[in-house]
Structures are given as structure tokens and as C-alpha cells.
């Protein structure tokens, strides 16, 4: 097994399922020490009992990241509980109904906005405050293919991660001084549970795979390996990217 990420501190939001719960396994199997925070805390904690139990430091928080007060409470547990914090992963994040964007509700529209772009920002706001105090860090922020390219019916989500990849592009630059490293990863489909709001408006899984010339959806662990390499020192000269994990999605 790679200890790669030994003496590291993480933070992982969304981490009670798909891929963040897949994240923070692959992270506590490289030797990092974790804090999860999910607004689904009960199921946060199960994740970290599982990994406490497997011999991993691991604390989990119910957090909603669209909160300021939320995110701030939970980084101070988290510091206290770590000692520090040099690593993040923010990849909680929601969907909202297949539509065009024009017959988006508002209530859908703000609350997506809410979790998906200025959950990113909070997060990263009292990560890379807590980060310049203590030498630096590395920041992964979840964004998706669709922070990238277009998808149809898909409006509010790919306005929210394109946000995501342009504030993480902007926090790398100005984090750079201070040791402080930011990237955004972008997947094409994944298999978790976030699929389902393209399977209920009638999107199969065959028509999601194609989209890929891989022709195929990607196991959460495909995703987890990038994030854990970003966050370990060696991408130490890796910063300001969005990186397509896609099977070519975005390349054609
Ligand atoms: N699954 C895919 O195909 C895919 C592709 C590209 C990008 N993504 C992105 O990956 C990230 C994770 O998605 P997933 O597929 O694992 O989804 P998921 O629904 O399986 O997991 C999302 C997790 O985030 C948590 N969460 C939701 N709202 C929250 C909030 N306000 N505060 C804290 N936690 C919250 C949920 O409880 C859940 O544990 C999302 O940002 C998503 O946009 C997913």
C-alpha cells in the first residue's frame, strides 16, 4: 500500500457516499487522517467509524456547506480534532431535475447555486485562511465535465461547476504565494447515486456511458486516485487545473 499521503489532514465534504466516500477510503488507505463532513451526519460518522476501525484517525461531521456559521464550526472541530488541516476534497454537491434551463424553478436554480458553488467557496474560504497560517496546502474541488462543455438540460449544474472550476483556477493564483496549491477535477459519469436524477428523466445508463469514447461510466475509485495524487506532494508543481477524468468526453 502507498503512504503518500502519511501525516497529511483532510478535509473530505460529501464524503458519507459515492464518490467521497470512495475518496476518503482511498485517502485513509494512503495514511491520511481525516475529517468528513456531510449534511447527512449520522452518515458521515458511519463512514468514519468504518475507517477508525480499519486503524485510520477519522472524525465525521454533519454539515451543511451552504451554511457560513456550518463550515466554520466544522473547521474548527476539524482543526482541533487533526491538529491541522493541509489537504482538502470538496466535492459535496447536488443535481437538480433534467430541464431546459428556461423551466428551471428558482427554488431549484438557488438552492444548486447554494451548495454546489458557494458551498465550494465557503469551504475554501476557512480552508485556505486556516492553510496560510500553517505553510500551505494542497485544495481538490469536485467540479464535473459539465464545468467544462455543455449538457443539455443540465443548465443550473454546468453554471455551477463552471463557477466552481474558474474560482478554483482564481484561488490557485492568488494561493500560490503562499504555498497554498488549488485544482478542480472534472468526471464525466460516475456510478454513484447522483446518476439517478439523469436516470429518472429518462437518460439510460447506456446513452450516459456513450458519451464517452470509452463507451463506459467510471467506478468512484478511478476518481478517488486523481484526488488522492492532487493532494499528495507529488503534483507539487500541479496547480490552477481542471482535469478532465472522463474517458474523452471532453476531448472530442
Ligand atoms: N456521479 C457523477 O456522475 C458525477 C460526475 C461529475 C461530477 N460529480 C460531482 O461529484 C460530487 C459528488 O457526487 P456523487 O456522484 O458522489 O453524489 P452523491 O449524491 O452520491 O454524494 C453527494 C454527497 O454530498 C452530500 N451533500 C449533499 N448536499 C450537501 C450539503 N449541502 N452539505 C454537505 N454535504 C452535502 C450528500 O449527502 C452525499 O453524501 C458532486 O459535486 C457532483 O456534482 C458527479
Redesign the pocket.
Known sequence: MSMDLKDRCIVV??????????AATELAARGASLAI????GA??EAVSATLRAAGSPCVGLG????SASQVADAMRCSVEFLGRVDGAFN?????VPTLPFDQVDESDFDRIV???LK?VWLCMKAQVRHMREIDGGSIVN?????GLVALAGQGA?TAT?HGVVGLSKTAAVEGAASNIRVNAI??????????RHLEQAGISEAALAAMSPQNR??D?LE?AQAVAWLLSKQSSFVTGVALPIDGGWSAQ
Not at 37 to 40: E, T
Not at 142 to 146: F, I
Open positions: 465534504t460529501g464524503g458519507a457516499t459515492g464518490i467521497g466516500r470512495s463532513w456531510d449534511i447527512d452518515a458521515a454539515v451543511d456547506v451552504s466535492n459535496a454537491g447536488i443535481g447554494a451548495v454546489n458551498g469536485n467540479a464535473s465535465v459539465s449544474y461547476k472534472c468526471p464525466g459519469a460516475v456510478r454513484t447515486p447522483l446518476l461510466i467510471a468512484p476518481i
